[in-house]
């Protein structure tokens, strides 16, 4: 992203300089097959399907949805081809920055109902094409983690229990982004955000973050995992296996959402990467078909440390939750003048560890 002038130090107007890089882009063939290595699962990113999300979309600079929204795109189009997907957008960031009039930037057919019924359009959806013999068409639903965790929860549950084979993104930016960045359920223990403010009486959020993946785990038959786009080849094998799995099947993404986190526009890998390190956003998945135990299923691969409480930094110091908290706007009031971190962020610290002690239960490690 970068802020467009008439005349650039080379002469050139900025939208002229880049039509002509696209259009040399354009002209190039796709990348051989010979050259694409299919165990680098990256390079999905080089197939000839790939772009499903092109230019038009209107998100803020390094916006960590439009990333996810991306690849979710491509590891789809890429497998199954360009024809084969369809999305119900719950309103949000998502529904916003992709129908700026009059583009889309997506290829495939795309639709937006309301902000809390994506699931419940979806299944009306997947009858009719099943019913027309399209039951090979993956479709998709995207939603943010307002539509998902609290207004839409019951049509997702509802979805969920149907047993229909229906794909959801959950995009957990742990605030209601497109409306100015209002508490969720998503949002952290004492996190800062608009109806949580830092005042005299509270200091941001009170409650504990609700766990939407650990609920689904318990619906049964689901495929379910929690992914970041910083590790790629994790986010992509779990896109690639809930496309493949016989039933539904939820994506919790973490997407850093600059203006909501308080972080800068070229941030969103390396705070997602810090979330998943600091225990924040443990990364996991979930396959009914690897077994019938919960610590079968369960897999927390990709996480550092599986067996430890914390990960640590190269100098062997401890990373925790008030670590991330410190690189975020987002918490900045919970610090005073030394650095020291308040008690709310100490509670958050815990109920961090808690959910993580958990997974690791569940996943027979503790
Ligand atoms: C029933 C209903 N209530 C409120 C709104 C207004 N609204 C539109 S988008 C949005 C927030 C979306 O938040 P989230 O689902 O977290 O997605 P994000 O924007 O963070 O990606 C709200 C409250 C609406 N469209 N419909
Ligand atoms: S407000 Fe946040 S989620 Fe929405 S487009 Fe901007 S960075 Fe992305």
């Known amino acids: 992203m970068a802020d467009k002038c008439d005349c650039e ?25 010979a050259y694409r290595n299919e165990k680098a699962l990256a390079d999905i990113m080089l197939g000839e399907h790939a772009f499903g999300f092109v230019g038009g979309g209107g998100s803020c600079s390094g916006c960590g949805e439009g990333t996810v929204v991306r690849m979710v795109m491509a590891a ?23 129908s700026t009039y009059p583009y889309n930037p997506f290829t495939v057919p795309w639709t937006n109902s309301l902000f809390e019924n994506g699931p419940a359009d979806a299944l009306g959806i997947r009858l009719r094409w099943d019913q027309a013999g399209h039951a090979d068409r993956r479709l998709w639903v995207f939603g943010g983690d307002g539509a998902m965790y ?20 959950v995009l957990d930016t742990g605030v209601y982004s497109n409306t100015g960045g209002q508490t969720s359920t998503a949002s952290f223990t004492a996190q800062v955000s608009k109806l949580s403010a830092y005042g005299k009486a509270e200091h941001g959020k009170q409650e504990k973050r609700k766990e939407l ?63 998943v390190e600091s225990r924040a956003f443990p990364l996991f998945t979930y396959d ?3 077994g019938d135990s ?33 690189t975020e706007g987002r918490f900045r009031q919970h610090f005073d003048a030394e650095g020291k971190p308040s008690h709310e962020l100490e509670a958050s610290q815990e109920d961090r560890a808690h959910d993580w002690r958990i997974l690791q239960e569940m996943a027979g490690i503790r």
């Open 9 to 33: 130090p080379s002469g050139e107007c900025t939208l002229d300089r880049y039509r002509r890089d696209i259009a040399f882009y354009k002209s190039l063939p796709t990348t051989p097959v």
């Open 76 to 98: 789809t189009l890429q497998v199954y081809g360009p024809q084969s997907m369809g999305i119900v957008a719950e309103t949000g960031c998502n529904t916003v920055f992709a």
């Open 150 to 169: 609290d207004i839409g929860f019951q049509s997702l549950s509802r979805l969920v229990a149907s047993g229909h084979d229906i794909k959801v993104l």
């Open 213 to 275: 993946g650990r609920i689904l785990m318990a619906h049964g038959d689901a495929y379910v995992a929690q992914v970041a786009a910083c590790n790629i080849n994790h986010l992509y094998k779990a896109v690639m296996d809930a496309n493949a799995y016989p039933g539904p099947a939820v994506i919790i993404a973490y997407t850093p959402c600059m203006p909501e986190h308080g972080i800068a526009d070229d941030a969103a890998n390396r705070q997602a990467k810090l979330a």
């Open 288 to 290: 009914p078909r690897r």
């Open 294 to 326: 919960l610590a079968e299923r369960l897999s927390l691969q990709g996480n550092p440390a599986v067996k430890e409480d914390w990960s640590k930094n190269p100098d062997g110091t401890t990373f925790d939750f008030i670590s991330f908290a410190r």
